[in-house]
């Protein structure tokens, strides 16, 4: 359980352990506190629901390949590039078209962009052996201008008055709710994924393999598995997920692709995945935490008169005091 | 192993009751008084950008101050996304009856919840669409701009001026075009250089395209940026002139001043939120498209020390010719960079001009996209 | 002047508060510590340099309050690293919120108000050099500092005792603490040390460039200069030319803008970030034989060094 062996060395399995040994902790914690808080803040329920759904794919997008021993920054970037291609797609489809049709091809849309950003990284990783951690960071910052550029350019809404957003591709009315409320169903997209990924990862051949090698590489170079070949897929599958969660934001939340979307989801989504030493299941309890700390930002300005950016105060005392629980390491010296 | 559970347990429990505390401690929870009125202002920016989000942050001040009684609440750094949304229905759950989005990004956010809420009034800043219960108002600036190149075009010796711009989008380009078309008017050789920043607060960025445009000869010096203090300080302490935008900041370079655009947005928001009070916002003018002139919510600056007493002349003789309506900037025949003429008659109107997707001739730089 | 020259005069000019946080970033990261909360540190260095500088009037106070204010976030985030256990990616980007966070709602109040700063002080005949005079020799006091840090940095680190010890602690801790050294102190004492150039930078920002003080002034510079280190390979020799790459590609588009030359903003953005990523493949064989070797388990996920 020590974290740091006696001398302070930050070896790398020490550094991918999860910090607890149940996940579990983590979900009946969130949830008792949900329970108290939300109520006494006057956070929206379903505004938390809507908020969870990008914090919990995004923590998957860093989840997946963390357990292959790679760590993926680019959440944030993946997210708007499967904005960007979620609006691609239905900017492109029909508007006859059925929404039984129109909606997955819009998440396949969504995936794609996400996947294609990751694979930037990955194909560098692999081809190149350059870092990951700084390659998926950088790729954020030009995903930005990405987005900038084609609502600014050749996506712009013909009808916006030269307004930089694309036009409204109409699938927003078609996207289910979730039962009781006004919340869209993205959040049993990001459910279905959660579950998905611990499968994947727990029960399945490849996800033997991926552990193995986010273990020891020299492990499973010796075990005979194509060591590049399973970090590459660990990787676009995350960014897939994250890519999914900028088409969610898109289609169900915005109706039109606009600059600011989803600012500073993916980096929420990374520290949600950390939160919980990367255990699927249990990303889905940080990222309900988190989001509805998010959301408690508005009440904290409109009731109480703070700064906008309180919240990001509040969330990273949140954030460190769950990250500094494990034991005290040994002290050196 | 129970140990990190219950120690998480704790530490999530801490971390929650902070927040709780938080609330707690700030909160006036006395919200919904009988009688008494609740308005919303939300800004896209931190509420004190010495620019645009600061001067509608005034004007709700001053709606405080002439309603005593009202609770007035405020909302900074709203992204013009669906998040608008949340915070504007955040507000109506507090009792919000009259909403004030002041960006314009906010306006779709704005007409989806005013579909939901047919009794709360919505007045967005810069819109071009309205509905049953959201108007939207303005200020057409761009004629402060105008004035404000006629001051530029005299003080010039290079004949160049700059113009720092955020995103080349329709409000900017028309700030752009009133700008060279006043300044020449007083000075045929005049020409404009454009530089876009692609972010509207990035200071550091403002200052090295105030020092490219500099660099390039231009010694009088403008901008349309959200936040506006390091455009001014950057070419001042260069030796420029500078004409403001959104904000007098004239006392940021007292004698680089020239004068500038400024919103004067509280006169219009209580005007605005008496005749709502008073149940008469159908058929006014804040039901529709409202543009407020020069001289009413967009003002121009006082004169600072590079205004000779002979620019001061002409610059206030342009604005009362603007206001008096004896001078429209954008009669034609208007050219582009191209030579094309986009106006060859008389001045279009306000919402044509609100569509502005190109340069006029005399300004350097292209529209990128 | 040429446009060459101009746009090396604005990658000076705007790479030097970058070239400051990723001096300290390589510090840091030589001791073992990647911190991601650089960009919280330049914002805290910041704000104190321009506070400071509008109670007192004197510039060289508001870098001295920068270094302490930088120093800061970086004690704290040695603190949860070191002491605590916690994951460094992450807690270097929950300081990242928390400097955010603190610094717009303490500096609300200084919004709009004003200070002299530092003016550009060229030097007395080295400034008269043709091209090389105004590119180099006419800058503020503080570009020179973050200049001649780097060959500081390189005999500090190669040339003194403490700077073998920092690099033994990145590599291997086992070996300073055998000889008595702690690697604990050694990573207190250079995260503060990173943290405290960190806000030297961010009071470059406030003080000498923007004169200014707004939320979020730094606008993720401070994370470039994480991207920057790797850049460097972490030799503060080349870390100069990751600054001023970053630096370049910012003034060029807008020197070009001036002249006339049509060109994409949202392409030319991605420039910075682009070339570091290209540089990256270029030298990234070497990059990674030259990482320390505490890092790589930080960095490389769980590759084994």
């Given amino acids: 359980m020590n974290a740091l062996p006696a001398t302070g060395r930050l070896t790398p399995g020490a550094l991918l352990r999860p910090p607890y040994a149940r996940p579990a902790a983590w979900v009946f914690g969130t949830l008792l506190g949900l329970l108290v808080v939300l109520p006494a803040l006057e956070v929206s329920i379903d505004q938390t629901l809507i908020r969870a759904t990008p914090f919990i794919l995004t923590g998957l997008a860093v989840a997946l390949p963390a357990r292959a021993g790679l760590i993926n920054v680019g959440g944030e970037g993946q997210l708007l590039l499967g904005a960007v291609g979620a609006t691609g797609v239905g900017l492109a489809l029909p508007d006859t078209l059925s929404p ?30 350059t870092n990951e951690v700084i390659v998926t960071l950088l790729l954020n910052f030009v995903a930005v201008s990405v987005v900038a550029y084609v609502v600014h350019g050749p996506w712009r809404d013909p009808d916006s008055a030269s307004f930089p957003y694309t036009a409204d591709f109409g699938a927003g009315g078609t996207v289910p709710l979730l039962p009781g409320g006004t919340a869209h169903a993205g959040l049993l997209v990001a459910l279905v994924a959660a579950v998905g990924v611990w499968l994947v990862m727990g029960r399945t051949r490849w996800g033997f393999r991926a552990r193995v090698v986010g273990g020891n590489k020299e492990a499973g170079r010796r075990s005979g598995f194509n060591v590049s070949r399973t970090l590459v897929i660990a990787l676009v599958a995350g960014g897939a997920l994250a890519g999914l969660a900028g088409a969610i934001e898109v289609v169900a939340v915005e109706g039109r692709l606009r600059p600011a979307v989803a600012v500073g989801f993916g980096y929420i989504g990374f520290l949600a995945s950390w939160l919980v030493g990367h255990r699927p299941l249990a990303v889905v309890g940080a990222g309900l935490a988190l989001a509805a700390i998010s959301v408690s930002g508005d009440n904290l300005q409109i009731d109480a008169g703070l700064p906008s950016t309180t919240v990001y105060i509040l969330m990273a005392v949140v954030v460190m005091a769950v990250l500094g629980l494990r034991r005290r390491a040994g002290r050196q010296g | 192993m129970s140990r990190p559970k219950v120690r998480h347990l704790i530490a999530v429990a801490i971390a929650f009751a902070l927040a709780a505390t938080l609330i707690a401690c700030g909160g006036d929870e006395e919200s ?25 942050f005034a004007g709700s001040q001053a709606v405080a101050e002439a309603f005593p009684d009202a609770e007035v609440l405020q909302a900074e750094n709203v992204p013009e996304t669906a998040e608008a949304e949340r915070v504007m229905e955040n507000m109506i759950d507090d009792g919000a009856t009259i909403i004030f989005p002041t960006s314009f990004g906010h306006l779709e956010p704005a007409l989806n919840v005013a579909r939901k809420y047919p009794d709360v009034t919505f007045l967005h800043q810069g819109g071009l669409d309205t509905a049953e219960n959201v108007g939207t108002y303005f200020g057409t600036i761009w004629q402060a701009q105008y004035a404000a190149g006629v001051a530029a075009g005299m003080a010039t010796e290079s004949n160049r001026l700059g113009f720092v711009g955020g995103f080349p989008i329709a409000q900017v380009l028309l700030n752009v075009n009133a700008y060279e078309l006043g300044a020449r008017s007083v000075n045929p050789d005049v020409t404009t250089s454009i530089v876009f920043t692609s972010n509207w607060c990035d200071p550091a960025k403002q200052a090295a395209a105030t020092n490219s445009l500099i660099d390039q000869g231009a010694d009088v010096i403008t901008q349309h940026q959200d936040c506006t203090n390091t455009v001014i300080e950057t070419a001042a302490r260069r030796g420029a ?13 007292p004698e680089a001043w020239l004068t500038g655009a400024a919103w004067s947005w509280g006169p219009l928001y209580v005007d605005a939120v008496r005749t709502i009070e008073a149940g008469g916002f159908e058929g006014s003018k804040y039901d529709g498209r409202y543009r407020s002139g020069l001289g009413e919510a967009v003002q121009l600056t006082p004169f600072g020390g590079a205004a000779t007493p002979e620019i001061r002349e002409r610059v206030e003789a342009a604005a009362a010719e603007i206001r008096s309506g004896e001078l429209e900037p954008f009669t034609g025949p208007i050219r582009d960079q191209g030579g094309r003429v986009r106006i060859p008659g008389p001045q279009p109107s306000v919402e044509e ?8 001739e005399g300004v350097t730089g292209e529209i990128p996209g | 002047m040429s446009l060459v020259e101009d746009v090396l005069v604005g990658a000076v000019r705007q790479g030097s508060p970058v070239l400051f946080a990723t001096h300290g970033e390589l510090v840091a990261e030589r001791s073992g510590v990647v911190n991601l909360g650089t960009e919280g540190s330049m914002l805290c260095g910041a704000l104190a340099a321009f506070a400071t500088t509008v109670a007192t009037g004197s510039p060289l106070l508001g870098i001295a309050a920068a270094a302490a204010a930088g120093a800061l ?53 080295l400034s008269e050099i043709p091209f090389a005079g105004p590119i180099l020799f ?32 990145g590599e291997r801790d086992e070996v300073p603490f055998a000889y008595g050294h702690s690697p604990r102190r050694v990573r207190y004492l250079a995260l503060a040390a990173g943290g405290a150039l960190a806000g030297i930078g961010g009071a470059q920002l406030a003080l000498a460039i923007t004169l200014t003080w707004v939320e979020d002034l730094t606008v993720g510079r401070g994370f470039i200069a994480v991207a920057l280190v790797i850049f460097a390979a972490w030799e503060p020799l080349r870390a100069p030319l990751g600054a001023f790459i970053f630096g370049g590609a910012l003034s060029l588009q807008l020197q070009l803008q001036a002249r006339g030359v049509g060109i994409s903003p949202f392409l030319l953005e991605t420039a910075p970030y682009v070339l570091t990523i290209l540089a990256l493949v270029v030298l990234s064989s070497r990059a990674v034989s030259r990482m320390p070797r505490g890092l790589s388990a930080v960095f490389a996920g769980a590759q084994r060094a």
């Fill in chain 1, 100 to 129: 039984v049709a129109t909606l997955p091809l819009l998440a396949l849309g969504g995936a794609l962009g996400g996947l294609v950003w990751a694979g930037i990284a990955a194909g560098l990783y692999v081809g190149a052996r």
């Fill in chain 2, 32 to 56: 919904g008084a009988e009688g008494q009125t609740t308005i919303g202002f939300l800004y896209v920016g931190p509420r004190d950008d010495f620019g645009y989000n600061q001067a509608a």
């Fill in chain 2, 241 to 253: 002139k500078v004409t403001g935008y959104h904000f007098d900041a004239s006392r940021v370079a």
């Fill in chain 2, 353 to 360: 001009l609100e569509e502005t997707d190109y340069l006029v």
């Fill in chain 3, 73 to 125: 976030p970086a004690l704290l985030h040695a603190f949860m690293v070191v002491d605590r256990g916690a994951n460094q990616l992450a807690n270097g980007l929950a300081i990242f919120f928390l400097g955010l966070g603190v610094t717009a709602a303490l500096g609300s109040s200084l919004v709009g108000r004003q200070i002299n700063g530092l003016g550009v002080a060229p030097i007395p005949l």
């Fill in chain 3, 138 to 169: 006419a800058h503020d006091v503080l570009t020179y500092l973050a200049l001649l840090l780097a060959p500081a940095l390189w005999w500090f680190l190669y040339r003194t005792r403490w700077g073998l010890v920092l690099r033994a602690t």
